[in-house]
Each structure stands twice: as C-alpha cells, then as structure tokens.
C-alpha cells in the first residue's frame, strides 16, 4: 500500500559533518514545516558563516589525507555501486522520509525518486576510470598530455522540488571524479539526504567526503560559495539564485560555477500529430507531475488552429480528473505546493495574467482539501499575448497557458522565450519539420514527441540563456568536476 502515517516518521535532523550528525546545542532553528499538511516537522540548525567554515575546512583535511583522489578508479566506482545499491534498498525508509518532508508522493518515490537517484549514482560510478586526459599531436620529439585532476572540495546547493535526485547528481559526479562536497540542501526540503549521506558512509565513501551543513540561503549558502577552499560550485535553484552565487563565485575566487536554472519551456503542437489522447495525457502530465514545480515542466502550450480545441479540451478534462491530496494518500493525483508562500506566488501571478486580459478556462484557485497544506488546482489560461505575465514568468505550479498560431515560423516565432532556454516539446509526424524546430528552439533539451526526462542519464541537462550555465548528468557533468593539466615532455636529446 503507498501510504504511511506522517507523524510515524522517525525524521533525522542536523548537520552531517565528518560523517557524523552533528545537532550544536545553541545553534539558531528552523521550524520546517511538512508541505502536505503544513504541521510542524523537525527543527532545522542553521548554520551560521563559522560552522560553513569547519565544515568546508574539515573536507579539506580529510580530502587531502583520504586516498579517494588517489585510489584507482575503479575501486571508487565500486563504493559508488554499493551506495547506489544501499539506496536502492532502503527505500522502505528513504521514499517515506522523501515524501513526508517534501511536495514528491510516497507512490512516485518509491517508483521514481530513489530508484533514479540509485540508477544515477550508478551513471556516474561508471564514468570514474573513463575520463582520463588525451596524448596532443606536437612535434614528433615531444609527447603532449593532458591529465585530469579533481578540484578538492566542491559546494553544492540544491533546490527542493526533487531533493534526494538533485542532490545525488551534484555529489555523484563529484565523488566519482575524486572531489569532495560540502552540500547546502533547500531548508525546506533539508532531511532526506541525511539518509542519503549515511548511507554513502556505509558504503565505505571515506568520513568527511560527503558533508551536509544546513541553512538558509542568504547565511549557509553564500558562505558556501565565498569559502576560499571550495574550488568549484554547482548550484541547481531559481535564476536571482544562481547570478547571486556566480557573482560570489567571481568575487571569491574566480571560480568556475554550473549553473541550473529556472525554466518556461513551451509545448510546440503541429495540427498532424497522429493521436489527440496521447498527447492530451503528455501535455497534461508534463505541467501537473509534482503540481508543476519541475524545472522542465512544459508550461507553455503553443498549439496549431485547426486542433486548438480538441486538444485543450482533453487537457481541461485530465486536469479536472486529478484529486489532489497529501503525499502519503494513495489516492492522491496531484501534489501539494512547496509552501503557502509558494502558493501565493502563484495566485499573484493568475491574477496578474487576468489584468493583462487573459481567462481561465479551469482552475485558478486554491483546491480545499481538508488535511491542510496548500494544494493549487490545475490551470489553464487562455487568450494570452506573449507580453502576458503568465507567460514570461517561471509559476512553478500546475499552471499552463494557451497560444495559438497558424503557420510554422508563427509558431517557431511565439516558442521562443526572451530570457529562458531550459526545454522544448515538439509534436508534429512531419520529421522535416520537427527538426527545423529543433534546430530553431534555443534550449538546452529539445523533446521530439515525447517530454520529459527518460532514464537516458547519459544525456546531459542544462540550459541556454537564463536557463543556466553547464550540465547536470551526461559525461558532462562528471568532466565539469574535473580540472585539466597539460604535461609536455621533451625527448629530443638525451637530459
Ligand atoms: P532558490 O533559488 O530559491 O533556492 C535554491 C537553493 O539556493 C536553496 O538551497 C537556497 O537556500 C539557496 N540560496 C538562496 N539564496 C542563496 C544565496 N544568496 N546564496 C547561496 N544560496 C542561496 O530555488 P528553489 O525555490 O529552491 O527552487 C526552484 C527553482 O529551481 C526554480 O526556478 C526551478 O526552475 C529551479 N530548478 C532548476 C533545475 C534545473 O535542472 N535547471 C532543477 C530543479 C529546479
């Protein structure tokens, strides 16, 4: 059955430093709130700049005097295995705790979430004997080399829409590369990957590789980013986020930064796609899975006259067939927003988009369901011009508005975002077209008949524009936590 009882939670609390929980006694709290039902969870420590400090400075040490950087590869990709494999079975503990804390229901982390963080910690143990450097082409008396190197300690700063699968692509790819983190997660979302750390103990990841400090963003996270003994960040959380880290990153180093960003990836329909249904349940799927809080979510349906409304039709339908509910009621379809002031961001934004002359043809309001929490029903905005603000700002709720067009470059044209470049969806049976589109669509991912992702981690992903900077998963990701060194030797003459 998919469901638990929310206050049966045994929910870990502190910092895990050293490999071990560290609760300091008189360290400033945080009431962290569960999002389904919006009763008290755990109290968070919140670090302060000092505590970041011993935590980074604690990797260091133990980063220098561990052999992880050192061993072969091959034997960090086994310990990565046997954290991948831990994961894997311990979901009976890790989806409950995922879910009671976080907007993911306890049905999809159990089927989804820890199984793709285990499947991804695996992508990655597999790429540590495989990155190695390249032999240049110089003159024939000199052999040129390029070897790669770790960057020591790595910061990582997660968001809280998906916490243990963002988390594990930042540490997974840096561990396999022979770094060490220090991870800020969301202090909304902060416990799950405590388990996730001990278990990475357990697996025989040396103490003080995988490091968690807890805290807020303004406090915890810039201290992270300004520490003069990380040498490289990765920060996946909203745009204003990552241009506030980046400039940390410039001012307190330089130093290089991935950056994954916000998102408002339109849903490009061509009126020969062969199968209304289907899409209708794509399209559908693709702005109400975990309530629209996904960086990817398509949230802008740009759609040809002709099935304009057959298709908004069937989507309407889907939308108001979703029963929304906490994460651990296995009848739930729909899943509650982060916060009430998540929630009220996007009313402030559906009601700026009616003063600009848009209509909702469903939704719009806050559902009532009885447990508490704040829950947004599924929205579809209609009569929109592309100045609309339902348009141009990330909602990250279930929220999807409605373009029309009639020819191709009328289509291309209205896909086409002024600031974010993060994903695309195009549907059409006409594969010359499809591919004109993609080609077009500045974005880091183009779906073509399909939206989302798939278990394909070697595909990286990332954005263009405001989208972000770099990628997450793919052979990218691991060479972003690798350093290049050049080696030339000269053998002309006998030394
Ligand atoms: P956010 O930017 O508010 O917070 C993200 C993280 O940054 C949190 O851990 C927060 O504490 C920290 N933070 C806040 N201010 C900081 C500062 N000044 N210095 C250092 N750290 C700071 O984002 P969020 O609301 O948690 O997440 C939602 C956003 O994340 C959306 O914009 C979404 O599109 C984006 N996102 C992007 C991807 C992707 O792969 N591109 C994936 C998931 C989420």
């Keep these: 059955m998919h469901t638990f009882h929310p206050d049966q939670i045994d929910v870990p609390s502190g910092h895990f430093i050293d490999g071990r929980l560290l609760r300091p006694a008189q360290a400033a709290g945080l009431a962290v709130s569960r999002p389904s039902d919006g009763r008290h969870q755990a109290e968070l420590p919140l670090a302060d700049a000092a505590m970041v400090d011993q935590a980074v400075e604690n990797a260091w040490t133990r980063w220098r005097a561990s052999d992880w950087s050192r061993r072969p590869p091959r034997e960090r990709a086994r310990v990565l295995r046997r954290w991948a494999d831990l994961v894997e079975a311990d979901g009976a503990v890790l989806a409950p705790l995922e879910a009671v804390g976080s907007t993911r229901p306890l049905r999809e982390a159990l089927a989804w979430d820890v199984p793709f963080t285990a499947e991804g910690l695996r992508f990655f143990a597999e790429y540590a ?12 008396d000199h052999l040129g080399l390029t070897v790669t190197e770790p960057y020591g300690v790595v910061g990582a700063i997660t968001p809280w829409n998906f916490p243990l699968v963002m988390a594990s692509w930042k540490v997974g790819a840096a561990l396999a590369a022979g ?138 339908q889907r939308f108001e067939a979703l029963r929304p509910g906490p994460t651990w009621d296995a009848a739930a379809t729909l899943a509650p927003i982060i916060s009430p002031a998540q929630a009220a961001r996007i009313a402030g934004i559906v009601e700026r988009s009616h003063g600009a002359g848009a209509h909702t043809r469903c939704g719009g309001t806050l559902a009532q369901v009885g447990s508490g929490g704040a829950y947004w029903r599924p929205t579809l905005i209609e009569g929109v011009a592309a100045s609309n603000p339902a348009v141009l700002e990330e909602i990250f709720g279930p929220v999807l508005t409605v373009q029309v067009f009639d020819s191709e470059e009328e289509g291309l044209a209205l896909a086409a975002h002024e600031h974010y470049g993060l994903a695309a969806g195009v549907h059409t049976a006409d594969l010359g077209r499809a591919l004109r589109a993609m080609r077009a669509i500045q974005a880091g991912t183009v779906w073509i008949n399909r939206y989302g992702r798939s278990d394909d981690f070697v595909i990286p992903t990332g954005g263009y524009h405001q989208s972000g900077i770099g990628k997450d998963l793919g052979r990218q990701a691991v060479e972003a936590n690798l350093r290049v060194k050049s080696v030339l030797i000269d053998f002309a003459s006998p030394q």
């Design 129 to 140: 004997d495989k990155l190695g450097g390249e032999v240049a082409a110089t003159r024939s």
């Design 179 to 316: 770094n060490a983190v220090v991870l800020k997660p969301s202090e909304l979302t902060p416990f799950s990957v405590l388990r996730l750390a001990e278990l990475a103990l357990q697996a025989g990841v040396p103490a003080g590789l995988f490091n968690i400090v807890q805290g807020d963003g303004r406090t915890a996270g810039e201290a992270l980013s300004r520490h003069p003994r990380i040498a490289k960040m990765t920060f996946t959380g909203s745009t204003r986020t990552g241009a506030a880290i980046m400039s940390a990153c410039a001012l307190h180093g330089p130093k290089p930064v991935t950056l994954e960003l916000g998102g408002k990836s339109p849903q490009l329909v061509f009126d020969d796609v062969p199968d209304l249904d289907r899409l209708a349940a794509t399209i559908a799927g693709a702005i109400t899975g975990n309530a629209g809080q996904v960086c990817v979510a398509g949230s802008r349906l740009i759609v040809q006259r002709r099935i304009a409304e057959p298709l908004v039709e069937r989507i309407v």
